[in-house]
């Protein structure tokens, strides 16, 4: 008979003790394992290209035009088609990706070390505002702006990070706890993350970037990119968790994430089978011009911020984003403790100001959510499901109690008999 304190207590701690740090950036396919010269990465567990939503098929078109592969959406989406291309999950390869998450081999990609553990996670460089890859665009600007990236903003700061190396690289745990005192909550809103992340790097790129006039160039397009740490939280978040999955007997889920078809999460104690159901529909706040037709089924690795125990979890500490979600600060709160429901422990190091510096709720544990019907809430970006549109909006949605079921089912059979 398992002990299932005793393993959730184990779980809980080996993420409790990360120590998620920046150490380095590569190009993807010479950074990830097992990424090829023709693999794309996405975000979610497994999908062909039939499957896809639309913000998806828009992010793979916006790929293969960044590598070259096609000159015309029309090509691309002909190529995306023809099978000489691979789709897998981000998370198949200790890597995540907000939204759509594509990642394509050529890629610059970020390096996060758990220090504790010695695992690594990988994640893409956020793109900023607007139009935009992971939402699903893919025009002529979109393409310049991923160009831009890997031309310009890619060396100057991975001369930054390597310079920072030696003194300890770029501490991501600092960064996140910090910033859920100053208004963040890590998922929507980074604004208080990226300004502590310009903050350490700044003076690191002006001392080692190649063209010093770039690192100007770079501090701008991060001024005006307030989610930009997402996915450097997200990677953090990756390192932090990969060390509880494979406790025996533990319930605490360690990666939930949608890819615009389907949601899907892991188990620590249930190797590595996903469990899924149909990705919900948001309650969004729309942009101007759009309406709920336009919006397209959750998506995105960003998920992972919940389930280390942040972003929906702690809204409380974030009342300024919850009306960009469209609720109030009082929903914020509510929304927070009603995770302390299903979660195994609260967080040592993420503490909410407004809950007398209170932890976090952290560890999702499968089998509370279902004795108590309450779902996880997650606070996300929201795609429109037309491919090249992009985002239309913001908003609450509960992860579908169908995946946490079935996980529970699972679990019962191999430990509970």
Same mark, same amino acid.
Not at 230 to 251: C, R, Y
């Given at each position: ?49 039939? &499957? ?51 990642? /394509? ?14 695992? +690594?996670?990988?994640? %893409? ?47 991501? +745990? ?34 080692? !970037? ?20 997402? &996915?450097?939280?997200?990677?953090? !978040? ?15 889920? /360690?990666?939930?994430?949608? &890819? ?30 759009? /309406? ?23 809204? !409380? ?29 609260? %967080? ?19 089998? +509370? ?10 606070? /996300?970006?929201?795609?429109? +499901? ?32």
């Amino acid at each position: 008979m398992i002990d299932l304190e005793k393993a959730n207590e184990e779980a809980l701690n080996r993420l409790l003790s990360a120590q998620p740090v920046l150490v380095d950036m590569g190009i993807a396919k010479d950074t990830i394992p097992g990424l090829n010269e023709r693999t794309f990465l996405h975000a979610g567990p497994p999908i062909d290209w039939k &499957n896809m939503s639309g913000p998806m098929r828009g992010a793979v078109i916006a790929g293969i035009l960044f590598e070259g592969w096609a000159k015309t959406p029309e090509e691309a989406e002909k190529l995306a088609a023809s099978g000489e291309i691979a789709f897998e999950p981000n998370h198949h390869h200790h890597a995540v990706g907000p939204m759509a998450g594509v990642i /394509t081999p050529s890629m610059p990609v970020f390096v996060v070390e758990n220090k504790a553990f010695g695992n +690594k996670s990988y994640t %893409n460089i956020n793109e900023g505002l607007g139009k935009v890859m992971r939402m699903g665009a893919y025009s002529e600007e979109v393409i310049e702006r991923l160009r831009w990236i890997k031309r310009v903003m890619y060396p100057a700061m991975q001369a930054g990070i390597r310079h920072a190396a030696p003194d300890g690289g770029i501490d991501l +745990k600092f960064i996140i706890a910090q910033a859920l005192h100053m208004g963040d909550e890590l998922h929507n809103r980074n604004k208080a993350a990226t300004s502590l992340f310009v903050r350490m790097l700044a003076p690191h790129m002006i001392e080692a !970037a190649p063209v010093v006039k770039d690192v100007a160039d770079v501090v701008r397009f991060l001024d005006r990119s307030d989610i930009f740490f997402v &996915n450097l939280a997200m990677a953090a !978040a990756k390192a932090s968790l990969e060390p509880a999955h494979g406790v025996e007997g533990s319930s605490m889920v /360690t990666i939930m994430s949608r &890819n615009g078809t389907e949601f899907g999460i892991k188990v620590s104690g249930l190797g590595d089978d996903w469990f899924t159901a149909p990705a919900a529909v948001p309650e969004v706040l729309l942009f101007p011009g759009f /309406t709920k037709d336009d919006v397209n089924p959750d998506i995105g690795d960003s998920a992972i911020m919940e389930t280390l125990g942040v972003g929906g979890f702690a809204l !409380a500490a974030a009342p300024a984003i919850v009306q960009f979600i469209g609720g109030s600060p009082q929903d914020g709160v509510n929304y927070t403790m009603e995770m302390y429901e299903i979660t195994v422990g609260e %967080n040592n190091v993420y503490t909410i100001p407004y809950l007398n510096f209170r932890g976090t709720p952290t560890g999702i544990d499968i089998l +509370k959510v279902v004795e108590t019907g309450t779902t996880p809430i997650l606070d /996300t970006g929201v795609a429109c +499901k037309r491919p090249g549109v992009g985002q239309v909006g913001a908003g609450i949605v509960r992860m579908p109690m169908e995946a946490f079921e079935k996980a529970a089912e699972r679990f019962a059979e191999v430990y509970l008999g």
